[in-house]
């Protein structure tokens, strides 16, 4: 027990697992094609770069709800840019022109704003509180959450596709139990970790939540016949408005006019860090939305749950963090249950309802 606890890998073992991380994801999403197993692996990139530039920038500038505002800033420009150029986000007639109004809008559109806002901003704030990796760890349920949300809106999973989620799961909680084993060992205050728990796991279940939410606009649930079929593009522009004018009246009540005005006062280093965070968090959300649209919600948060394992082993790489064989096992089980999901659903009928057998007459 002992060699497992003080085992330090050297950086090219610890590299090597990296990629086989990626090569792994690769061979699981390998039937969504190029584009699949790219968005897998790419999303799985930008959260390490979101969780880890954004504790970086929260030295220097000690208001997550501001760097929160600002990305919710930077991917409304980004949607405004697309709509403005000839990309356009609302592309081809869809029935969802016969629905656009206020009620349609705040019945479809505003929950997922609402929650996409408490997700970020509290995800953020706890980084405060605790590190990124930590951050990471907490997320560990959120594939199955997603699932049952997914399921209780008539979302059909079969039993091998839940045996892939128990595994991806069962996987993520023995990296789960050695994390907290490392933060234990570290001393870090009782009260400190139990906020920023608290906090991530509001993020967890709100990012669940909403990730059903996304799901149900762009892709029909039995529960929701009245699924308007989004593109992704078409749902960030509906609900970046949103989100960027809640998360100012957020930062504005939890902590005023500040943020805004340390933005200016930024040195060049955490300037260039926040404007980093903030582009790979307007990337996050884009393929964030084309991977929910080509796999649904249960299946994009399990391949998303892999930044954890890639983080501990670059950390052991350039950290010469210890890590145990723990970690590697966990890896092997995500692995394998994202690749059991993944085919369970891939040979099932319509893994969201029955729309396959009929016309698109649902509107």
């Not at 993520?172 to 907290?180: F, K, L, T």
């Amino acid at each position: 027990m002992v060699a497992m606890e003080s085992l330090v890998l050297p950086r090219w073992v610890a590299l090597a697992i990296s990629g086989a991380i990626f090569l792994g994801l690769a061979a699981a999403y390998r039937g969504q094609g190029v584009l699949g197993v790219w968005a897998v692996c790419s999303q799985v990139v930008a959260i390490i770069a979101v969780q880890l530039s954004t504790k970086m920038v929260l030295r220097d500038y000690p208001y997550p709800s501001g760097i929160a505002s600002f990305h919710f800033f930077s991917v409304w420009f980004a949607s405004t840019l697309l709509s403005w150029g000839n990309v356009s986000a609302c592309p081809a007639p869809s029935p969802v022109k016969s629905v656009r109004s206020v009620s349609w809008y705040v019945r479809r559109i505003l929950p997922i704003a609402v929650l996409q806002t408490l997700n970020v901003v509290l995800n953020t704030t706890s980084l405060v509180y605790i590190g990124a990796g930590f951050n990471a760890l907490i997320g560990i349920l959120c594939p199955v959450v997603t699932a049952l949300v997914a399921a209780c809106l008539g979302s059909a999973f079969s039993t091998r596709a839940w045996l892939g989620i128990l595994l991806a799961i069962c996987g993520d909680a023995v990296i789960s139990v050695e994390g907290v084993h490392t933060i234990t060992k570290a001393g870090e205050p009782l009260r400190v970790a139990v906020i920023g728990m608290v906090l991530g796991g509001g993020a967890l279940i709100a990012r669940a939540v909403r990730s059903v939410l996304m799901d149900c606009q762009m892709n029909e649930y039995a529960a929701d016949k009245e699924c308007p079929k989004l593109q992704p593009l078409e749902l960030i522009a509906l609900q970046s408005p949103a989100i960027l004018v809640l998360g100012v009246l957020l930062t504005l009540c939890l902590e005023g006019v500040r943020p805004y005005e340390a933005l200016f006062e930024l040195d060049q280093g955490p300037g260039a860090m926040l404007v980093f965070s903030a582009a790979c968090a307007v990337y996050l959300t884009y393929m964030g939305m084309i991977l929910i649209k080509m796999l649904g919600a249960a299946a994009a948060q399990i391949a998303g749950k892999l930044n954890i394992l890639v983080t501990v082993a670059l950390s052991s790489a350039f950290l010469e963090e210890a890590m145990s064989p723990l970690f590697l096992l966990g890896a092997v089980g995500v692995l394998c249950g994202a690749g059991i999901f993944e085919r369970a659903k891939a040979g099932a009928a319509p893994a969201r309802g029955e729309k396959a057998e009929k016309p698109d007459d649902s509107v």
